[in-house]
């Protein structure tokens, strides 16, 4: 290390401190990495590979990016899941000792981004800090781009509803007191921090100095494992931001009791704000809501249609606000012009509050406050409770307007190091600097021309060299006329040259004009920087305020463009729909039209609807349906219906479609039955419970057999009795309207014209006897061919009660034992014929005495248990 160079000895004591991140080394107009950083970037950025000497016996590989261009080329090392250490030079070099002193002075992680070039500006990049302990789990998470700050706990025997809370924050980092294998599988940025993060006095110490608080029990935080997962999340940005947090004045505590819980299956399946096929917003719930005209907005949106909510006073507070500016056109038209012109006030008052807002950012921020005493008055013309609030506590920063107006140049640069920050007539000494800078030369040739009228010296001139600076020549002949205040600064042969105090402090002003008018204006702006930062609070409370307002008004524009109507929602048991829609297969097909359907659905006489119909008839659209209509009454959105009553429902279940989980070896089957568990586990009888398909992962009998228990289970009251939605090719199970109390038969119409059949989308009393499968295959493109030999099969199957012969060289024989009692379903016979296929089924001639006993014991048993 003696040979090194010393700044390749800076460099590795400070990636010393630094081994698990890409050190970005300030080296002039450039970020540098070296050796490891530099193989791993240069393949990661895909840039070029170089090496340099630094006094070892080989030369150090090495790569650089411009330190303008940075953002880029970190976003992608983010997304490849590395963390950046940027260290800059902490002293002027014109003032250095040797090497310029450089120091880290913050480390990027996937949950620590500002940048507004490497966020996307309408969703939260949240970092989460999870203390697990025996009894709870605490789970604590910010957005250092907005402040936004939550914190909960969960019991630990509901790890799967902790399990679903972070699924649904989603972030995009997370930090742990311990190791755990299931989020490790889930989230790609997870890291185990020591236990000194989690020190109880420490993190107690941290809350209380972010919140300038005595006692925590005034935020709301009482649990431990709250304290320990707010405060090291604290403490973790203490460490990689290395700079004040003041953006973070606030926490909420909430409890997951306080909003209708969606599990990621839910939100998959009902495609609320992203779909299935390729993860996109367009065909999403999301994408027909969101009509916001800020991104404060759409990111409040998104958290609204994840969270809805149970209270029915909020739900109708929303609902009355939506109301309001669904029935005031012109007002709400204005309102979203004006919020159109808001720039995202939530990541631009973090920027200036973390000082890294340059100049371009607070005429942004200026720009949208210009905004703001419009909008002020016109929400003052509403008198909705929630509305009204909203007026009474906005805050038009006006303020704050004029501190911007007065100083900040509109055409600054991007860069702070480049002048042109200021106003004129803002500061009188940057005024006389940005002068001289502009007028330097005439001044010079000025005191020129009054030295000369005051001496009476002609010949009398300023000269300037860079070992002297400026000058005023005398001819020796004239010396006898310079006055008492000259200095003598130089003697040459034939003349003398002096210096003055007017001229020195001109020369200070002109030679060293532009470095000094920078510098000034730089820390002009930082002041102001700082004075609009204290106001922070102020900032945040009126940026969600918009949010607010943009969303209300996206409800407002979105009911009244696609007929939707204010729901009835209570703290009562009922769903009553009239000529219902799905808000997304309704928007994508405006011009072919909507089929509209009616629902009722209750605790008691419509409790379980078992609904069948063909494939493709439409079936899965009228459930999500019925889910998408109440969730977003509970968001407090108008609905697709003529008329819609909705009883407040706890949680929403879907169990849909059907997917292998390879990676843990689950099959279809598997992961149809791990979705059934939880939903049966956990749902309660407010529940909203959407079934497809159950049972047919497995063979036809016990499929059955698990359907027809499941629906008996579910509409029992007296272990479930909530609200579900059941859809089945199991024709079977529609028998159970006869056998037990709320269960409806529903059935979704087709017509038939010969082999064809028209989707009429439909959904009508009763059942159907088919599922018209050969029919959909038609449809689908199967071959002719195929389908009719499908027919021809078919109508032997239906027509015989006993062993059927087949026409065919491929297909031998088709069985099917028929219930003995044609007019109900007995589960009993079909137990025992697949008893009688098994011991068929046994190969005589190739089984050992010993297993020949073995299985006639287990044959025996099942027998056996048939009877008990």
């Known amino acids: 290390m003696s040979q090194m160079t010393p700044m390749m000895k800076q460099y590795l004591e400070i990636k010393e401190q630094h081994k698990d991140k890409i050190l970005f080394f300030r080296l002039g107009d450039f970020y540098e990495m070296f050796f490891d950083d530099a193989i791993i970037a240069s393949k990661v950025l895909d840039i070029t590979l170089t090496g340099r000497d630094c006094g070892l016996e080989e030369r150090a590989p090495m790569c650089g990016i411009p330190y303008h261009a940075a953002d880029s080329y970190i976003s992608k090392l983010i997304d490849n899941n590395y963390k950046i250490a940027i260290c800059e030079q902490v002293e002027d070099p014109s003032l250095a000792k040797g090497i310029v002193k450089r120091e880290v002075i913050r480390i990027i992680t996937p949950g620590t981004i500002t940048s507004s070039s490497m966020l996307d500006d309408k969703v939260n990049n949240y970092l989460m800090s999870i203390y697990l302990s025996n009894d709870n789990i605490g789970l604590s998470y910010i957005d250092l781009s907005t402040g936004e700050f939550l914190s909960t706990a969960i019991e630990s025997k509901q790890w799967n509803m902790a399990i679903e809370e972070i699924k649904r924050v989603n972030p995009s980092e997370i930090i742990i007191n311990t190791d755990n294998d299931i989020l490790e599988n889930e989230f790609k940025s997870i890291t185990v921090l020591d236990k000194r993060y989690y020190d109880v006095h420490d993190c107690s110490q941290r809350l209380k100095i972010q919140f300038r608080v005595e006692a925590l029990e005034g935020l709301g935080i009482e649990k431990e494992v709250s304290i320990k997962s707010a405060g090291s999340l604290l403490l973790y940005l203490d460490e990689t931001q290395k700079s004040s947090l003041s953006n973070i004045n606030k926490i909420k505590i909430y409890s997951i009791s306080n909003y209708m819980v969606l599990d990621n299956n839910t939100r998959r399946n009902l495609e609320l704000c992203e779909t299935i096929r390729d993860r996109s917003k367009k065909g999403s719930l999301l994408s027909v809501l969101d009509k916001t005209k800020t991104s404060m907005g759409a990111r409040m949106l998104r958290q609204w249609i994840e969270k809805p909510l149970l209270s029915v006073e909020e739900i109708n507070d929303r609902l009355s606000a939506v109301e309001e500016l669904y029935n005031n056109f012109l007002l709400r038209e204005e309102l979203r012009e004006y919020l159109n012109s808001i720039y995202d006030m939530e990541r631009l008052g973090t920027r200036i509050s973390l000082g890294s807002a340059n100049a371009k950012d607070l005429i942004s921020f200026k720009n949208s406050l210009l905004n703001l005493p419009h909008i002020k008055n016109i929400i003052s013309n509403f008198s909705s409770p929630m509305l009204s609030k909203l007026s009474n506590d906005f805050d038009d920063l006006i303020d704050l307007y004029d501190i911007i107006d007065k100083s900040i140049n509109e055409e600054a640069p991007y860069s702070l190091k480049e002048g042109n920050l200021i106003k004129d007539n803002f500061s009188e000494e940057i005024d006389r600097y940005r002068k001289a800078s502009k007028n330097g030369k005439q001044w010079i040739i000025g005191l020129e021309q009054k030295e000369r009228q005051r001496t009476g010296i002609k010949s009398l001139k300023i000269g300037y060299n860079k070992v002297f600076g400026y000058f005023i020549e005398v001819t020796k002949s004239n010396i006898g006329n310079i006055p008492d205040d000259y200095i003598r600064k130089q003697t040459l042969s034939n003349a003398e040259r002096y210096i003055t105090p007017e001229l020195k402090e001109l020369e200070e002003e002109v030679l060293h004009a532009d470095e000094r008018l920078i510098d000034l204006e730089y820390e002009t702006f930082v002041t102001i920087r700082q004075e609009i930062a204290k106001h922070i609070g102020r900032i945040q409370n009126t940026a969600n305020i918009l ?226 499968g050969i029919h959909v295959a038609r449809l689908a493109g199967v071959p002719d061919e195929i389908v009719e030999r499908a027919f021809d099969i078919l109508d032997a199957i239906n027509s015989s009660n006993k062993d059927t012969e087949i026409n065919t060289g491929d297909i031998k024989k088709v069985k099917k034992e028929k219930a003995k009692e044609s007019d109900e379903f007995n589960l009993f016979n079909y137990s025992i014929y697949e008893l009688a296929e098994e011991i068929r089924n046994i190969d005589i001639n190739n089984i050992t005495p010993i297993e020949a006993l073995n299985k006639i014991n287990m044959l025996k048993d099942k027998l056996k248990s048939l009877y008990s």
Request: with cysteine.
């Open 547 to 772: 949010a607010v307002i943009d969303c209300l008004c996206s409800f407002a524009e979105i009911s009244q463009k696609n007929n939707y109507v204010k729901p009835l929602v209570g703290q009562h048991d009922e769903i009553e729909i009239k000529d219902g829609r799905h808000p997304v297969v309704e928007s994508e097909n405006m011009n072919s039209g909507f089929v509209p359907n009616d629902t009722k659905l209750d605790c008691n006489d419509n409790r379980l609807l078992i609904i069948t119909g063909p494939n493709m008839a439409g079936k899965s659209t009228y459930m999500r349906q019925i889910a998408l209509i109440v969730l977003m009454a509970q968001i407090g959105c108008y609905v697709p219906a003529s008329y819609a009553k909705i009883g407040i429902v706890d949680r929403i279940f879907t169990r849909v479609g059907a997917s292998d989980d390879l990676a843990s070896g689950q099959s279809t089957f598997m992961v149809e039955m791990t979705e059934l568990a939880n939903i049966i586990n956990s749902a309660t009888n407010k529940s909203l419970v959407i079934l497809d398909e159950i049972g047919r992962g497995t063979s036809t009998f016990d499929g059955l057999s698990i359907a027809w228990a499941t629906a008996e289970y579910i509409s029992d009251k007296n272990k479930l009795g909530c609200k579900t939605l059941f859809a089945t090719h199991y024709h079977e199970l529609t028998e159970l309207e006869n056998k037990l109390t709320g269960i409806k038969n529903y059935y979704i119409a087709v017509e038939e014209k010969g082999k064809d059949i028209i989707f009429l989308r439909k959904i009508r009393r009763g059942s159907i006897s088919g599922s018209y």
